[in-house]
């Protein structure tokens, strides 16, 4: 090859080396500037968001903390809360007159932070990051005070709304019976302020009134309501029968009926109305307020006044036995709690008794209905009658010394040999050897201080045939 070819090719060769130098260079210089560029970039994103950065629906892409919390603040400043009813505006606040607290610099500095400033670059080509703030915070105090206030409105509004009620047991002409439910219209407030709360702290910005309808808990065909309805049905069905001095008479049902209340799920009866009942009972037989009717020996039909053989209805006891009696869902006979010396069941007086006739002056005694004596006897001066009333022997005995006062206030003390008391006052039957005649008019004028004066010889009698507990009635 000659000389000259080959200076030609090492020139061309020479070229070729510099244009790539050249070209590398350019690169390399490229490059570089594009890295400072995107360092000093990466420097800016120290104090800002990454590009692409949202929180919600908000874009604080680039933003630094502080201007990312004011155009959060701002935001913040126009949320509302709405509460609807039937799909359509029944109220609506802003958050913050809820005591919305809207200042997030803090928690916006460490979110931040958080993030790598190199990757500005790739969050272009990544895509959207979306950042969460914690829940809203609200002042406890503004939040509690305008729901209470808020609660007083739907009580109100609530009130104007058909009420959903459960079905229940009501009395009816003929007895109680199942009355259906009601699914009224009217919501649960409690829940409606309760879940208005939790719904502003997890950010949201409405609720609906109309899916806190109440619903009834109880509905007609709820068996344990049957179980109730047969259960008072049962106890106003109940026979309860009062046994009273001997005779038996039936409560009537309807009055029965007429006590029983039916209260949350629950049987009783009314007490009060049971107690005037009960009261009614004493005033109509309690027999120390009541005469007791009698056939007498000589004057027929006679009325004699109460006296110390008599009983008296324990009102408040006897109210809660019939109560629990008739709650036990079961026919009963009874007689009445009561006080006093007599049953309040058996018959006052019986077959065997003493009977005093203070107008005929004249004393009986029959035992099971047979006369075994009768004798005249001389009862209490003017001054100091004998007492009329349903009596009864309540002790028998032997060689006692009646003592008290005479009219002139003078003390006497006059022995007996035979003493039977009939009442809490000293009167009783005795024999009386200073007597010169029994019965007539002698009561008038040598009467006794009260008590029954008889014969020596009949008393000795009557003493040995009487037995403790006879009846005496005196009339």
Not at 432 to 456: F, M, R
């Amino acid at each position: 090859m000659p000389r000259s070819d080959r200076r030609s090719d090492n020139r061309k060769t020479e070229n070729k080396i510099n244009k790539k130098g050249i070209i590398a260079g350019v690169i390399l210089g490229v490059l570089l500037l594009g890295a400072g560029g995107y360092t000093v970039q990466s420097q800016t994103y120290k104090e800002r968001f990454l590009p692409k950065t949202f929180i919600g629906d908000l874009d604080v892409s680039q933003l630094s903390v502080k201007e990312a919390n004011e155009k959060l603040v701002q935001a913040q400043s126009d949320l509302s809360f709405v509460i609807e009813a039937d799909g359509k505006e029944w109220k609506s606040f802003k958050k913050t007159e809820l005591g919305l607290e809207s200042n997030f610099e803090t928690e916006l500095e460490a979110l931040q932070k958080k993030q790598n400033p190199w990757k500005w670059g790739v969050q272009y080509v990544a895509g959207p990051t979306n950042l969460k703030l914690a829940p809203s915070a609200f002042n406890e105090e503004t939040l509690n005070e305008q729901t209470a206030k808020l609660e007083a409105e739907l009580v109100a509004w609530n009130k104007e709304r058909t009420q959903t009620k459960n079905a229940t047991l009501e009395r009816k002409e003929n007895g109680f019976e199942i009355v259906p439910e009601v699914q009224g219209d009217n919501v649960d407030t409690k829940k409606v302020i309760e879940d208005l709360q939790n719904q502003l702290l997890n950010g949201a910005s409405n609720i609906e009134l109309t899916d806190f309808i109440v619903k009834p808990s109880v509905k007609s065909d709820d068996p344990k309501l049957t179980q109730e309805l047969e259960s008072i049905n049962k106890i106003a069905q109940v026979e309860a029968t009062y046994v009273i001095n001997g005779n038996s008479f039936q409560i009537p049902s309807e009055k029965i009926n007429e006590w029983i209340i039916y209260q949350d799920g629950k049987v009783s009866l009314n007490r009060e109305l049971v107690h005037a009942y009960v009261t009614q009972l004493g005033v109509d037989y309690n027999t120390s307020t009541n005469p007791s009717t009698f056939v007498s020996t000589k004057r027929g039909e006679v009325s004699v006044p109460a006296g110390s053989l008599s009983w008296t209805i324990a009102t408040e006891t006897e109210t809660d036995e019939l109560i629990a009696s008739i709650l036990a869902g079961e026919s009963f006979s009874r007689s009445p709690i009561a006080q006093g010396s007599a049953n309040s069941g058996s018959p006052l007086f019986g077959n065997t008794y003493i009977e005093i006739d203070l107008i005929n002056q004249h004393m009986w005694y029959y035992k099971d209905g047979q006369l075994l004596l009768d004798t005249p006897v001389v009862t209490g001066k003017p001054s100091t009658p004998t007492p009329a009333g349903v009596f009864y022997a309540w002790n028998k005995a032997l060689d006692e010394t009646l003592r008290g006062t005479n009219d002139d206030g003078s003390k006497y003390a006059e022995p007996v040999d035979y003493w039977v008391p009939i009442d809490w006052t000293g009167v009783g039957i005795h024999d009386s050897d200073w007597q010169p005649a029994y019965g007539g008019e002698l009561w008038k004028t040598v009467g006794s201080h009260g008590c029954i004066n008889t014969p020596p010889n009949v008393m000795k009698q009557l003493y040995g045939m009487i037995d403790v507990g006879v009846p005496v009635l005196v009339f």
